[in-house]
Nanobody, 125 residues
C-alpha cells in the first residue's frame, strides 16, 4: 500500500515561512518525479514545484520562483517544500504527489499516480 503523508502546514502571517514535508511508505522516490501541488478554494489544482529524484532537476511555477525551494533527503525518503515570503494568495491545501516515471518533469496532475491527503496552509494579511 502506497502512503504519502504531508506535514508542516499551519497559519502564518504574510512574509512568514513554512517548510512542508512529504514522507513516503510503500514506494521509493529513487526512480520517480515528486511534485507539490496546491488547491485553493474555487481554484483548480496546480503544480507549484517538482523534482526529478535521480538528477535533482527542479521545476517551479512562476508564482513560486524565488520564494519556494523543493529538496529531497534520500536516507529519509522524504521531500520538502521550503516556502518563504508567504503571501495571502498562497493559502491552499498543499498535496504531495508522485509520478512513476523519471523521464521528465510535468505540471499536469493527470500524470501523477499517487497523492497524499494534503496539509492546510493559511496566510493572513
Amino acid at each position: 500500500q502506497v502512503q504519502l503523508v504531508e506535514s508542516g502546514g499551519g497559519l502564518v502571517q504574510a512574509g512568514g515561512s513554512l517548510r512542508l514535508s512529504c514522507a513516503a511508505s510503500g514506494v521509493t522516490f529513487s526512480y520517480y518525479v515528486v511534485g507539490w501541488f496546491r488547491q485553493a478554494p474555487g481554484k483548480e489544482r496546480e503544480l507549484v514545484a517538482a523534482i526529478r529524484w535521480m538528477s535533482g532537476n527542479t521545476y517551479y511555477a512562476d508564482s513560486a520562483k524565488g520564494r519556494f525551494t523543493i529538496s529531497r533527503d534520500n536516507a529519509k525518503n522524504t521531500v520538502y517544500l521550503q516556502m518563504n515570503n508567504l503571501k495571502p494568495e498562497d493559502t491552499a491545501v498543499y498535496y504531495c504527489a508522485v509520478r512513476s516515471s523519471a523521464s521528465y518533469l510535468t505540471s499536469n496532475p493527470l500524470h501523477y499516480d499517487y497523492w497524499g491527503q494534503g496539509t492546510q496552509v493559511t496566510v493572513s494579511s
